[in-house]
């Protein structure tokens, strides 16, 4: 292989379509898969794109004037994230960096540095007008979009229909499939079809010369396509000229403020909802207040790592030097002294509490305004923000315990897989159950849940969970859940990271599932929060998630897709494989609609199905009707509860009953209360969970002790 340095070749190029060119590592987006070697190549247009070479198509692209730059004093790294993808890359010298930095800057319009709020400018105001441009040309392409889906379907029912002539035997079997036909060229672009459809009589004997009329139409859609969209970057980047605003400079001064793939849709998808949800992303949105944002790009100057930072960071990419040049109800249980209570010792009885009628509707809707999240967050660039305190309207009325059993709101999937006997169905419906606790994060992106006190806890009776906060510094939570035949534990950690347009949410810690003496065991990938200072703020799930199943060896890769711009968003694939990487079952579906199991080109076998929505969600925190109980005291809790549990919080309490100040008061209150007990050396310490290496487990006790309500004799006290 030729050497790294010797083949990086880095320049401004004279080619009038190209600013810079050359050789970065850029980081994978798999977790601990280090940085690897990648070719960039950066346009007058503003766009910078990546291959494997420069022989090699395009793999992604930025568009650099709606980007945030992030670099660090004294070193390469440089972050590029813009509203729907992220870029880490390291330049390989100095040199190198300080080229593609003076490009970069090319490219990044000066006034749009320094992020401002307030009424916008003349300048500001003909941006926007651009964008309203924008958002017709946009329109103007979804509409190509849907001919060129329409078109391949037709060529996709003729060339089947080529196949198998005959197989339909009559004309109701031929509607029907028309109609399936026309459903799946919605859904499955790039899927061949079952079934077989009727083509055109006038053309039975000529399939060659319809075919080759169809692959016309689609080159002429393609071409539209292009030109729409050449005419999309042409009006992004111009820029925009007013009597009163002289044009911007070329390059940017530092000021000390500053220092501080294409993808086939889902089959689940419909194109109209498609073409809402681009929309709806690209759009600017207006708020109560005064404020407007103009999106254009910015640069950021990191400050310096500290000593913990700089040795995760290792940690995090030890395969740094390792460069390729290719892609690669409640019960009552019996404690045991034992890790885990053994699955003999449980004998659970059902109570009154599944009869317990719980609320559909939150007592009150958010108070006031969330803020300018995007003011905290830029003075923190590039750093953990889990322990940053924010206000108390930035939050959503639930502890991060609550939003933890959230996760498990799918737990009667875990029931079919303790009834599976197959190893191939059962691994599906595990797969199923880890992606479905992705689901009520749908319109979650707008505020975060309360950080629990040290040894706070929460329950819930029906999946028999219990999760308690088991570390203030790092913050590390840990949950146990179990049903019949089937028992759930994780712990979970992690760390949060702004990069200047999105905040990336790192999970860390590990899910396990055991059935009988089945295991499973799976992570979680990253999480991004897009468009945080301007249009509709929303959640990404992007990367692999494997299960692996400890006794047998089975595994499934699910993939968490990142959403394009044209593309479907929220799509998730799975691969189930034996231990010898035999393909067994495949998986389709979207995180926050379903996933199915693929049977074959025309038929799915569904797994899960999200619960529909309540119809005033978006008024009430995004929450959904499992999230609206979580913080209720049904008459069956009365008495029963700890006085640790998360429902007895009373800023959660106050907010949620729509009392702002009050829940700012008791914010404050509760939080110094847990800083007076540090400072006396009288911190609680978890109750329920013990560590065993990196991972804390369930020590047993939990619901004895409920069930007796033996609370003050086992010395629970109150925190707040």
Known sequence: MTSLHNSAHLGLNQNHDIICEGWMLKKRRKKMQ?????????????????????????????????????????????????????????????????????????????????????????????AHSQSNMAGAIVEAMGASIAELEQA????????????????????????????????????????KPGGHSESNSSHRGHPENTTFLHFQRIQE??????????????????????????????????????????????????????QSRRMSRMSVSTTASDAEWFDAGEEFTLDEPTPEEEKADVAAEDDDDDIHDSGSSDE??????????????????????????????????????????FTILKKNVGKDLSTIAVPVSFNEPLSLLQRMAEEVEYHTLLDQCAKATDPVERICHVAAFAVSSYAHTRYRSGRKGFNPMLAETFEDVRMKFIAEKVSHNPVILAYHAEGEGWELYATSAGKT??????LEIIP????????????????????FMRNL???????????????????????CVLEFKQSGYWGASNEVSGVVTDAHGKKLATLEGKWDEQIAQVLDSSHLKVLWRMTPMPKEALEYYGFTAFGITLNEIT??????????????????????????????????????????????SRERQPRWFRQDGEEWVYTGGYWETRSSSGWKEASVEPLW
């Not at 291959?51 to 568009?63: G, L, M, N, T, V």
């Not at 699955?343 to 659970?348: D, E």
């Not at 990271?497 to 999105?502: D, I």
């Open 34 to 126: 280090g940085f690897a070697r990648r070719y960039f190549v950066l346009h007058r247009s503003g766009v910078l794109s990546y291959s494997f070479d420069p022989k090699h198509p395009s793999r992604d692209e930025i568009f650099l004037p709606n980007a945030a730059v992030s670099t660090a004093p004294g070193r390469k790294d440089i972050h590029i994230d813009s509203n729907n993808a992220t870029f880490h890359v390291k330049c390989l010298s100095a040199d190198d960096f300080n080229t593609w930095m003076f490009a970069f800057r090319k490219c990044i319009p000066s006034e749009s540095r320094k992020s401002t709020m307030g009424r916008a400018t003349p300048t500001q105001r003909v």
């Open 152 to 191: 391949i379907g037709t060529l996709e029912a003729e060339e089947a229909s080529k196949r198998n002539p005959g197989s339909l035997k009559s004309k109701a079997e031929k509607d029907k499939y028309k109609e399936h036909t026309k459903d799946a060229s919605m859904f499955s672009l790039f899927k």
């Open 221 to 274: 859609i393609m071409d539209a396509l292009k030109s729409q969209q050449a005419d999309l970057l042409r009006s992004l980047h111009a820029p925009p000229h007013t009597d009163n605003a002289p044009p911007a400079p070329t390059l940017l001064a530092t000021t000390p403020e500053e220092r501080g793939d294409f993808r086939s849709p889902s089959r689940f998808s419909t194109l109209a909802g498609r």
């Open 332 to 373: 009552e249980c019996h404690p045991t002294p034992t890790r885990r209570p053994s699955r003999a010792s449980r004998t659970p009885s059902q109570l009154s509490a599944k009869h317990v009628v719980r609320r559909t509707q939150l007592p009150s809707g958010p108070v006031g305004d969330e803020g300018s999240l």
């Open 497 to 502: 990271k702004f990069w200047g347009k999105s």
């Open 508 to 527: 860390l810690g590990a899910t396990h599932l055991r059935i009988s003496d089945a295991h499973y065991t799976w992570n979680k990938p990253s999480s």
């Open 533 to 555: 200072m301007m249009g509709t703020k929303y959640l990404e799930h992007v990367g692999k998630m494997t299960i692996e199943s400890v006794h047998d060896k089975y595994s």
């Open 635 to 680: 008459p069956d809790m009365n008495g029963c509860l700890p006085p640790t549990d998360s429902r007895l919080r009373p800023d959660i309490r106050a907010l949620e009953e729509g009392d702002g100040d009050k829940a700012e008061a008791e914010k404050t209150r509760v939080e110094e209360a847990q800083r007076e007990r540090r400072r006396a």
